[in-house]
Every structure is written in structure tokens, then in C-alpha cells.
């Protein structure tokens, strides 16, 4: 009995510390699909002009989730998108400044 136990902590610890090193999937995905809609239904995009969006999590900024965006006409570049306490989308930086810079 007490090796189930153990066994049960030790799974719940190793499942904890993956969703905290890594982030919930859940709230990746959510991200991207926001990035998305933002981008579409606020900065007049066509899904067709966006590349990628890969949402990603940051567990040493402050457990933060973001989106890494590449537009078609700028494939070298990466912009990022985050969402603020009040869940609004907006760009955070990029690797260059291109031609999609938000001010």
C-alpha cells in the first residue's frame, strides 16, 4: 500500500513539474487561436498572409504564454504576440524591425 502511494505522489509531481516547466497545451493552443482572431479581426490580416503562430509558455517570466507569428511576405522574421491582465492582444517585439511593427 505504501508504494502506492508513493508511486501516486511521484506521478503527480512529475505531471505538476511538466505543466510548470512547460505549460498547459490547453492554454498554448487558446493563445494561438486569440493571436489569431486579433490579428484578423483587428489588424485586417487574411489568414492566408500569416505563415505560422506557435504558441509557446515562459514559466521563468512570470508563468507568461505568447505566440511567435511569421507573416508570408517575411518568412526571416518572427514577431510576438502577448496578452495583457485584461486579455488583450498585443505585439511584445520581434527579431527585426519588418514590416508588420505595431506601434
Known amino acids: 500500500?505504501?508504494?502506492?502511494?508513493?508511486?501516486?505522489?511521484?506521478?503527480?509531481?512529475?505531471v505538476g513539474g511538466f505543466l510548470y516547466i512547460n505549460g498547459?497545451?490547453?492554454?498554448?493552443?487558446?493563445?494561438?487561436?486569440d493571436i489569431l482572431t486579433y490579428l484578423v479581426n483587428q489588424k485586417g490580416y487574411a489568414q492566408e498572409d500569416i505563415t505560422s503562430i506557435t504558441?509557446?509558455?515562459?514559466?521563468?517570466?512570470?508563468?507568461?504564454y505568447y505566440g511567435k507569428?511569421?507573416?508570408?511576405?517575411?518568412p526571416n522574421n518572427m514577431y510576438f504576440y502577448e496578452k495583457d491582465n485584461e486579455g488583450n492582444i498585443y505585439q511584445s517585439g520581434m527579431y527585426h524591425i519588418g514590416k508588420h511593427v505595431e506601434e
Open 1 to 14: 500500500m505504501k508504494k502506492i502511494t508513493i508511486g501516486i505522489v511521484l506521478f503527480i509531481f512529475i
Open 24 to 33: 498547459n497545451p490547453m492554454k498554448i493552443n487558446q493563445i494561438e487561436k
Open 55 to 64: 504558441g509557446d509558455y515562459e514559466w521563468m517570466k512570470s508563468n507568461s
Open 69 to 74: 507569428v511569421i507573416f508570408v511576405d517575411e
